[in-house]
């Protein structure tokens, strides 16, 4: 009888834990922030940083190029131990062929502190400014 009722308390408890700590955001509650800037051939533009205050899911889309709105980028998220100030940085996600208006990265993601960047793959001629989006608990 015992060994029956030790899988369903340990749920309970798992369940009462998640419901305490504001369990996992339903994503149509995300929060849409927008970045900005340059890269430049061969190199990369800053990271720009982002809170995720509780589990969930988030999205990352490229929504604006120019001068080639054609050309492909680099775009990585990344787990960030410094809160907020994009040092030490660990590699989270990448997307090595993100394009224009296509979304580039997406999964779960857990709260804490992170940060994207853009850079260029090899296809850069010129200075290159872009916009995106990321879509965060």
């Known amino acids: 009888m015992r060994s029956r009722l030790m899988p369903a308390a340990a749920l309970a408890l798992a369940c ?3 419901f305490a700590c504001g369990g996992i955001t339903d994503p149509s509650k995300n929060v849409t ?9 061969g190199s990369r533009d800053t990271a720009k940083p ?6 969930g899911e988030y999205t990352v889309k490229l929504t604006a190029l ?3 709105s054609s050309v492909i980028i680099g775009i990585d998220v990344y787990q960030d131990p410094s809160n907020g100030n994009c040092t030490s940085l660990q590699v989270y996600q990448r997307n090595t062929f993100a394009t224009l208006n296509v979304q580039a990265l997406a999964g779960q993601i857990f709260s804490g502190h992170y ?4 850079f260029d793959v ?5 200075a290159t400014t872009y916009t995106l989006t990321v879509s965060h608990p």
Request: hydrophobic share 40%; aromatic share 6%.
């Open 16 to 18: 009462a834990i998640m």
């Open 33 to 41: 922030e927008t970045f900005s800037g340059t890269i430049q051939p």
């Open 50 to 55: 982002f809170n995720v205050p509780s589990t």
């Open 66 to 68: 120019a001068p080639n």
């Open 115 to 118: 940060c994207v960047l853009a």
């Open 122 to 126: 090899g296809g850069l001629t010129t």
